[in-house]
């Protein structure tokens, strides 16, 4: 039997996506790059699941394609809220970034 290791896999491919989650990465870059206009001003994209879903991998790989892509107009910033569980205003803790 073979484990996978206790760390992150970068970069994301085929080969690593050992949790299947460069579909639902993709699909969520598309929307953010195809669809502006309905977009609109809005200048905040959260992604919500349980504990070990795979959000941080899913962020982390936008993240990469955005930033590598100087085309883009997206300016990425990774936030980890557990990091600041007990920060007394969470919110603050995230623009001071």
């Known amino acids: 039997m073979s484990y ?3 760390k992150e ?3 994301l491919t085929c ?5 299947n989650v460069l579909p639902k990465a993709n699909a969520i870059k598309s929307i953010l790059e195809l669809d502006q206009a309905t977009l609109g001003d ?6 919500f699941g349980d504990w070990g879903s795979g959000k941080s991998t899913v962020l982390k790989h936008i993240q ?16 980890e809220a557990w ?15």
Not at 42 to 47: A, D, G, P, R, T
Not at 64 to 79: N, S
Not at 83 to 97: A, C, G, P, R, V
Request: glycine share 2%; charged share 30%.
């Open 42 to 47: 809005n200048k905040m994209f959260v992604l």
């Open 83 to 97: 990091e600041h569980e007990k920060d007394i205003d969470i919110t603050k803790s995230l623009f001071d970034l």
């Open 9 to 11: 896999v970068f970069p």
């Open 64 to 79: 990469a394609a955005f930033d590598g892509d100087k085309t883009q107009k997206y300016k990425t910033v990774f936030f």
């Open 4 to 6: 996978l290791p206790n």
């Open 15 to 19: 080969k690593t996506d050992f949790f």
